[in-house]
């Protein structure tokens, strides 16, 4: 099974940071391993206190949950079939957009969490490291330097 080492994880970051520079945002970018561990963590100047929770709970949330955390937005409001869901676990399963989970050989294998704009916002970010983990080669970091962050697909 492919494993996210802490190298990789750094790489996820700088793409992540370098995207929301260009979209003028402080982000705090989290990325958590297979099982929802902290791997790695990054505050930009400016960002604010409470996203560092924020980012590495939607992190979290997108492994324990196996899906991009934008996805349990619709079912959670009122009257929906998982009203109440971000109650659950002690608070931390987190309903706001910004974490995906990070897929390798149709596995999850781990996650980014990125607060520090709107939902959309975040999205945006996290799915640029998205894109450029998907054109890494599952050897390693080879090819990450021809990753593009250029078109955003959405998850909705």
């Known amino acids: 099974m ?16 370098q995207k929301a520079r260009q979209m003028g945002l402080s982000s705090d970018i989290a990325i958590v391993d297979a ?6 963590f990054h505050r930009m100047d400016g960002a604010r206190i409470a996203g560092i929770d924020i980012s590495q709970n939607k ?33 931390r399963l987190v309903i706001l957009g910004g974490g995906i989970p990070l897929v390798r ?25 998205v894109q450029a ?6 050897d390693g970091a080879a090819g990450f330097a021809s990753a593009r962050i250029g078109s955003i697909q959405s998850y909705g």
């Not at 494993?3 to 990789?8: G, I, K, P, S, Y």
């Not at 997108?62 to 991009?68: D, E, G, I, N, R």
């Not at 983990?133 to 599952?138: G, K, L, P, S, T």
């Open 59 to 91: 992190a979290w949330t997108s492994v324990a949950m196996q899906m991009p955390t934008a996805n349990l937005a619709q079912s959670a409001l009122p009257n929906g079939p998982s009203f109440g869901i971000n109650t659950t676990n002690h608070g």
């Open 2 to 17: 492919v494993q996210l080492d802490l190298e990789t994880a750094k790489r996820l970051i700088a793409v992540a940071e």
């Open 105 to 129: 050989e149709g596995r999850i294998v781990g996650g980014i969490g990125v607060s520090g704009g709107t939902s959309a916002q975040d999205i945006e970010v996290a799915n640029a490291a």
């Open 133 to 138: 983990f998907e054109a890494m080669r599952a």
């Open 35 to 40: 099982g929802a561990n902290l791997i790695a």
